[in-house]
């Protein structure tokens, strides 16, 4: 546990520590409970946040909806919990494996070592960066009542959702913000420091494969969502 704390708060030290013990499966099992809890408690008061607004339209009273939010809220956050250990866990595992294994064939070619284990560490540990990130949108959903967006999407406004292109670049940006900037920093120099290979070389590898990635994950979901509004907007105007 004290490596999650140096990640985010000593670097240098944690690297260290990876590099003495690549351990992956505690950090791993650790993440994915950090991550479903997280994720849940941000989805549960979203939701209640939509719903209290729908209740209130309705002409429920304060008391009336509290005693509903007070009934939901464990139960929400409990199957939502559930639903993110299932769908998370191994679309994480997948994820870290590939990313380490690109990485270290990379590595291997350049240093003739495999490093494959102590990157593998090093990017689960550096991913902790992601419940944080939840926790803070969780805080402000919780104390604030609003829904906080901490990716950089918030500096492209949607007005045109029946074109590709903006939609394409909003959930591009979506998947980016100071913390998947952070991780990127943190895996950047976790490989300069544990390989020693040149900084501008980690750099530009994390770099590359987070864009790839991004533009894997977002490119057939930019297209499946157009495709929905294209056709939800024809049947409301009679078009289909």
């Given at each position: 546990m004290d490596v999650i704390i140096d990640i985010l708060s000593n670097p240098l030290k944690a690297f260290e520590k990876i590099k003495r013990n690549?351990?992956?499966?505690?950090p791993f099992i650790t993440f994915v409970i950090f991550i479903s809890s997280t994720a849940s408690c941000v989805e549960t008061e979203k939701n209640i946040l939509k719903e209290e607004i729908v209740l209130k339209a309705k002409g429920y009273t304060q008391a009336q909806i509290n005693k509903y939010k007070g009934f939901m809220r464990p139960v929400s956050y409990f199957l939502s919990f559930i639903l993110f250990i299932i769908l998370l866990s191994p679309l994480h595992l997948i994820g870290f494996l590939f990313y380490a294994y690109i990485i270290?064939?990379?590595i291997k070619?350049?240093?003739?070592?495999?490093?494959?284990?102590?990157i593998l560490c090093l990017i689960i540990y550096a991913s902790f960066t992601f419940p944080l990130k939840n926790f803070i949108e969780y805080i402000f959903a919780l104390l604030f009542k609003i829904n906080a967006e901490l990716s950089f999407?918030?500096?492209?406004?949607?007005?045109?959702?029946?074109s590709f292109i903006p939609l394409f670049i909003k959930l591009f940006l979506s998947n980016i913000s100071i913390f998947s900037i952070w991780t990127i920093f943190l895996i950047s120099e976790g490989i300069y420091f544990i390989t020693e290979v040149k900084r501008k070389i980690s750099?530009?590898?994390v770099s590359l494969l987070f864009i790839i990635d991004n533009l894997i994950i977002t490119l057939p979901l930019s297209f499946l969502l157009?495709?929905?509004?294209?056709?939800?907007?024809?049947?409301?105007?009679?078009?289909?």
């Open positions: 690549p351990e992956f499966l505690f270290s064939l990379i070619k350049i240093k003739n070592e495999n490093y494959f284990k102590t999407s918030i500096l492209y406004p949607l007005k045109n959702y029946e750099y530009s590898i157009h495709k929905a509004i294209i056709f939800k907007l024809g049947t409301q105007t009679g078009g289909i």
